[in-house]
């Protein structure tokens, strides 16, 4: 009973002091936690599958992997003809991002909440949200209505989410920055594009190198796509015919690995710059 | 070196870097046969013709429930492929980390796997299962679960290893197992984090699931896509302002949540 007497004001719950406070943020986690569980278990019952024979099909899928990974051949195009459209890819990716990034830094300026009027930022990111909103693909078929298919549609479409995505990215890192350095700045008498190049661009570099290498690796996946689903030319579309059209598995598989392995080379080079970047700062 | 050079060191080489990138760029245009100027000039045009055209006409207000019905399809195969492969990469991830590794070559192992996913390009998935799986919801799904996999364990070790490292460390110097430094120590820390991430490959798994169905030719996508050949741009409109309004309340929503958790 002593004992007891000595722990008035502590929450207990059979006879045992409650460790975990249940605050907003803990009961909204255990909210979200516990539907999305639900959701997990209750959402195969509200797909609608059609007519799939399970076994039949895993075994073909099990089969056509094996064609792939382990037996990959080149019939319809040759190796130099894969690095040709790879670095096509490449080059999509390249545009789309670089460009992108030159236009993402510019409303960046106009949309970091300390450094443009509040108007100005809601307009871009109100802007952007929408951007971000339509899938590229539909950004690319829809430019792909007036401008044609091909290079053109694709990277204007994918110039799109590059500056949504990059936007966002840059303003972030902007607002980081210390006011008292603007401040300081603006008391010597700097104008506006003094304080841009003069204290913004330096000390954010580093996250502008790193988010843009970041979105050219996503964006060399994105361009694949492009290739396949919008047309628009380099692995993605010899991707897309070799499967659909010629139904040669052993030549996806090879251009599969192709694809991979470029993939990989541009993560390890992202990683790395990452790396660098942090040991800087 | 004095100072002045330094800084004439660091002039030279910024400007080799734009030399270089202005090089890459005319290249690349070359190669893929872009013109900027024609790229400009598409833009506006573009915009005036899908403010003319993408309106939605009140016959293709008709067909919403057919495209509500899609877009619910979607929406639960985007939410049902980020949930599964957030649980089996929480499995990797913890396995793969850093902080929680059991042994070196076996993490090393994991990364490896998860890399290999998450760099197939979801194409690549989506074209060969559509061979056997045919055109059905569950070529998207595996398409789509594969990369999400692989993306998820990628952040979930990065989320792992930058948050949890000090209590980490505390747990064990008390003589905690490991399964009790696990659940005790990285999950409650990490969670708040993790679910961010969850919330936003569900985002983008919307998005990306518009690309699979056209390819695979389910949800969303196909309908885009069939009214994109029939050149019915109205049908368009509705389609696209629908996947817009449904992209971003769940951005909206996400974004309630995440300010709400951490």
């Given amino acids: 009973m002593q004992v007891i007497s000595l722990m008035q004001g502590v929450k207990q719950k059979n006879n045992r002091i409650q460790i975990k406070l249940m605050t907003k943020s803990s009961l909204v986690m255990r909210i979200v936690l516990w539907s999305l569980g639900a959701f997990t278990l209750m959402g195969p019952f509200l797909l609608n599958y059609g007519t799939v024979d399970w076994g039949t099909a895993v075994s073909l899928t099990l089969n056509n992997l094996k064609m792939m990974f382990l037996q990959p051949a080149f019939n319809q195009i040759t190796f130099t003809g894969t690095l040709i459209q790879i670095s096509i890819t490449l080059a999509l990716a390249l545009l789309a991002t670089v460009l992108g990034a030159i236009i993402a830094f510019f409303l960046a300026i106009f949309s970091a909440k300390n450094l443009a009027p509040a108007w100005l930022s809601n307009v871009i990111i109100a802007a952007n949200s929408f951007v971000r909103a339509v899938p590229t693909v539909l950004w690319v078929l829809i430019f792909a209505i007036v401008a044609g298919l091909g290079a053109v549609a694709c990277v204007i479409g994918m110039i799109f989410h590059t500056v949504a995505y990059l936007t966002k990215a840059f303003a972030e890192s902007f607002e980081e920055l210390d006011e008292g350095t603007i401040e300081a700045l603006r008391a010597s008498g700097a104008n506006w594009w003094h304080i841009i190049f003069g204290a913004v661009v330096p000390q954010s570099s580093s996250y502008i190198v790193s988010w843009t290498f970041l979105r050219f690796e996503s964006n060399y996946g994105v361009a694949v796509a492009m290739g396949a689903a919008a047309a628009a030319g380099g692995i993605g579309f010899d991707l897309f015919m070799s499967s659909s059209f010629y139904y040669d598995l052993h030549e996806v598989g090879m251009i599969t690995y192709c694809a991979l392995i470029v993939a990989i080379i541009l993560e390890l080079i992202s990683i790395r710059i990452k790396k660098k970047l942090m040991a800087q700062n | ?262």
């Fill in chain 2, 1 to 262: 070196m004095t100072d002045i050079n330094i800084l004439r060191v660091k002039k030279w080489r910024m400007t080799g870097i734009f030399v270089v990138i202005i090089g890459l760029l005319y290249g690349s245009s070359v190669l893929t046969k872009f013109n900027l100027v024609e790229g400009i000039e598409s833009i506006p045009g573009t915009f005036a013709w899908m403010v003319a055209n993408l309106i939605p006409s009140a016959e293709s207000l008709e067909n919403l429930p057919r495209v509500l019905e899609s877009l619910w399809e979607t929406i639960i195969l985007s939410m049902l492929v980020t949930t599964t492969a957030a649980i089996f990469a929480l499995l990797f991830a913890l396995m793969g980390a850093k902080t929680t590794q059991v042994s070196h070559t076996f993490g090393f192992i994991v990364r490896f796997i998860a890399s290999v996913f998450r760099n197939i390009p979801v194409v690549a998935w989506a074209l060969v299962l559509v061979i056997s799986f045919g055109h059905n919801v569950i070529t998207g799904y595996f398409a789509l679960f594969f990369s999400t996999f692989g993306i998820l364990v990628r952040m979930f070790i990065e989320t792992i290893d930058e948050t949890s490292s000090d209590g980490v460390e505390a747990l064990t110097s008390t003589g905690a197992s490991y399964f009790q430094m696990v659940f005790r120590g990285v999950i409650p820390d990490t969670l708040p984090q993790m679910l961010s991430w969850v919330f936003y490959m569900i985002e983008t798994n919307i998005r990306s699931a518009t690309l699979v169905g056209i390819l695979t030719g389910t949800g969303i996508g196909f309908l885009f896509d069939m009214y994109y050949k029939r050149m019915d741009y109205g049908m368009l409109g509705l389609i696209t302002i629908a996947i817009v309004i449904i992209v971003m309340a769940i951005e909206f929503s996400s974004n309630y949540v995440r300010r709400a958790i951490s």
